[in-house]
């Protein structure tokens, strides 16, 4: 069984440009989340799909952070513009809904 | 929301020795999970263990949910042991991101 795909692997952005992420769950997974992770921390949610709807992005910074599941598959995460702290590698993950999640190998972002 | 509290932050071991990380919960939670996270950043599930005890060859894990606590369990370690194990669980209702320890990083020494 494939896992949960992500694109890039890394990238490199000055500040104020802007990115975005992909990312692909395990087939059926109706539940995609994002998480940030800033070195030598724990990951933190994002946001959480259910299908193509939000469950919670309730520490999404929206000003500058979007993210959409247009057709409750694939997901993007974008940042725009980007700053310093946004230095992190950006996890995605996905669950058959309510049960163990699995992550995907991340996207390392480094902003100069 | 919750609070996630890893013990020990750090440990050092030599090859073959045993060792037990400790995950604490500020409140109850429905789903918790213990990761191992590889030098190259990618989260490796261990175990999904919301409640009792589960063994997977040299590694088990054990949650008191009354008690808000979890241990993960490493016998004869193995330099290819070495990195961060995390314990993340989430309270439960529709909202169900985990929120994430900060980690145990655990050396093997050959």
């Known amino acids: 069984e494939a896992g949960v795909a992500q694109s890039p692997r890394y990238k490199i952005i000055e500040k104020r440009q802007s990115v975005a992420f992909w990312c692909n769950p395990i087939?059926?997974?109706?539940?995609l989340y994002w998480y940030q992770q800033i070195l030598g921390q724990g990951p933190k949610l994002l946001i959480q799909f259910q299908n193509n709807g939000v469950v919670d992005d309730s520490q999404l910074p929206k000003d500058r952070f979007s993210a959409e599941r247009l057709k409750g598959v694939d997901s993007t995460l974008k940042i725009q513009p980007a700053k310093l702290e946004d230095s992190a590698v950006y996890l995605c993950?996905?669950?058959?809904?309510?049960?163990?999640?699995?992550f995907g190998p991340g996207t390392r972002l480094t902003v100069l | 929301g919750i609070q996630v509290e890893q013990s020990p932050p750090d440990l050092i071991l030599q090859e073959g020795a045993n060792s037990t990380l400790r995950c604490n919960f500020s409140d109850s939670v429905n789903n918790l999970q213990w990761f191992h996270q590889n030098p190259w950043g990618q989260l490796i599930n261990l175990f999904y263990i919301p409640s009792g005890t589960k063994q997977n060859g040299r590694l088990s894990a054990t949650t008191v949910a009354t008690e808000r606590y979890s241990l993960l369990y490493i016998s004869s370690s193995q330099t290819t042991d070495s990195g961060v194990y995390f314990c993340?669980?989430?309270?439960?209702?529709?909202?169900?991101?985990?929120?994430f320890g900060k980690g145990t990083h655990l050396i093997i020494q050959p």
């Open positions: 993340a669980g989430h309270p439960g209702g529709g909202a169900d991101g985990l929120t």
């Open positions: 993950a996905s669950t058959i809904t309510y049960n163990e999640q699995f």
């Open positions: 087939s059926g997974h109706a539940t």
